[in-house]
T-cell receptor
Framework: GAGVSQTPSNKVTEKGKYVELRCDPI?????LYWYRQSLGQGPEFLIY????????DSGLPNDRFFAVRPEGSVSTLKIQRTERGDSAVYLCASSASGNSIQPQHFGDGTRLSIL | AQKITQTQPGMFVQEKEAVTLDCTYDTSDPSYGLFWYKQPSSGEMIFLIYQGSYDQQNATEGRYSLNFQKARKSANLVISASQLGDSAMYFCAMREGGGSEKLVFGKGTKLTVNP
């Protein structure tokens, strides 16, 4: 079956530009997560959606970062006024809801490079 | 303070031998879950194994087993009969209880399997 799909796989843009990263979770998964992975590090949590609502956005680094999930399926991570420090791999994951032992299944990530 | 500590930046093992990857964690929550993920050079995060804090037995999944020592707060991953395809980064992660769904990752261990 289809896994978590992330587009684009690579994104190169200039400092100051706006970017959108898309995540299409596994069908039927109500929980969706965004993480950011810098080179040589483990993923760091950004935000978690349960259905359409952001249940935990404590990992968003500042107000330049925003994410939506309007219909409870596809999610978009939006970054305004990008900075070189935003360069990283952005990972999306999804899991079945209602049971905390459910593993999070990750997409292949979007590699974002800010020039 | 780091919540997940992986003290081995790199490990080497001969094909067909067993290897243990270390993970210690820090939490005051009695309810938590521990996860191991594999990240090959291609970048995808692959779920391997899960251990719940209340589980009485160590988790096993094929060639993967988890040596869970709750009093020591350690959750080491044991890979038996190593294969060349096991060469990858391995991440330990924790999800605490109390409604938090985010995973906190360690910095990872790079495993190289030699022929």
């Amino acid at each position: 079956g289809a896994g978590v799909s992330q587009t684009p796989s690579n994104k190169v843009t200039e400092k100051g530009k706006y970017v959108e990263l898309r995540c299409d979770p596994i069908s039927g998964h109500t929980a969706l997560y965004w993480y950011r992975q810098s080179l040589g590090q483990g993923p760091e949590f950004l935000i978690y959606f349960q259905g359409t609502g952001a249940a935990d956005d404590s990992g968003l680094p500042n107000d330049r970062f925003f994410a939506v999930r309007p219909e409870g399926s596809v999610s978009t991570l939006k970054i305004q006024r990008t900075e070189r420090g935003d360069s990283a791999v952005y990972l999306c994951a999804s899991s079945a809801s209602g049971n905390s032992i459910q593993p999070q299944h990750f997409g292949d990530g979007t590699r974002l490079s800010i020039l | 303070a780091q919540k997940i500590t992986q003290t081995q930046p790199g490990m080497f093992v001969q094909e067909k031998e067993a290897v243990t990857l270390d993970c210690t964690y820090d939490t005051s929550d009695p309810s938590y879950g521990l996860f191991w993920y594999k990240q090959p050079s291609s970048g995808e995060m692959i779920f391997l194994i899960y251990q719940g804090s209340y589980d009485q037995q160590n988790a096993t999944e094929g060639r993967y087993s988890l040596n869970f020592q709750k009093a020591r707060k350690s959750a080491n991953l044991v890979i038996s009969a190593s294969q060349l395809g096991d060469s990858a980064m391995y991440f330990c992660a924790m999800r605490e209880g109390g409604g938090s769904e985010k995973l906190v990752f360690g910095k990872g261990t790079k495993l190289t399997v030699n022929p």
